[in-house]
């Protein structure tokens, strides 16, 4: 695996990691909290893939400018800039819901995670949408 192979992992791991949320969703609604439990623990796992390999790509290449200057380009800075202020303010509660699960703090666990869940997702999505257009529009 090369640098340039890394944009299309981190991508992957973006849906790897909403799926496993998706799922890890169905399941604590449908009561069952051990699969839930195993679905979270894997999305967390991809997320810190995805984490490593995205800061790894970035510290070697640096910044990637947007190559488009059409209609496309506003859209994508439209997408990007609340997916990176989203993604660096989730971090830390996405600790926080992880430590009070594992504590056995399921009430406030469930209280913060009914707000982390969604920008979690929206996060995953959206660096699909961003690798897209960046790498095959």
Not at 47 to 65: E, Q
């Amino acid at each position: 695996m090369t640098l340039s192979d890394l944009p299309t992992l981190i991508a992957s791991l973006n849906g790897i990691s909403a799926i496993f949320l998706s799922i890890g969703y169905y399941h604590i609604r449908n009561g069952n909290r051990e699969s839930h439990r195993r679905m979270m623990v894997s999305a967390l796992a991809t997320t810190v893939l995805f984490l490593t390999s995205y800061l790894i790509y970035h510290f070697n290449v640096g910044s990637v400018p947007y190559p488009h200057h059409d209609w496309t380009r506003p859209v994508y800075f439209t997408i990007l800039i609340p997916h990176i202020i989203l993604a660096a303010l989730n971090l830390p509660f996405i600790i926080t819901i992880v430590l009070r699960a594992y504590w056995g703090q399921f009430d406030r666990h469930r209280q913060l995670a009914r707000w982390v869940w969604p920008v979690w997702m929206y996060v995953s999505i959206t660096g699909i949408i961003i690798y897209l257009m960046l790498y095959h529009l």
